[in-house]
């Protein structure tokens, strides 16, 4: 799946690339849940970013894209193997 298969639907794959991801499009993609997503990003593994102005309780959250997928593609497991 690649950045623009998760588009929102006002959006276009024509629109400047996507180098960051809200969680949601970051677990639409990768297929991991939510709590899975946070672990990670609180392990370090992948490179997240929050956005929050001082004295607010909430923010948005960014999840780096390439960093996602690399973490991913570093678990993955070969696959068949020409002959």
Known sequence: MKPKDILPTNQTATD?????????????????????????????????????????????RLVSFDSLRQFLESRASGGATAV
């Open 16 to 60: 400047a690339p996507r180098e960051w991801l809200r969680v949601k499009e970051a677990c639409a993609y990768s297929r991991l849940s939510k709590p899975k997503l946070y672990d990670l990003m609180n392990r370090g593994l992948i490179k997240s970013s929050s956005l929050r102005e001082r004295g607010q309780v909430k923010g948005t």
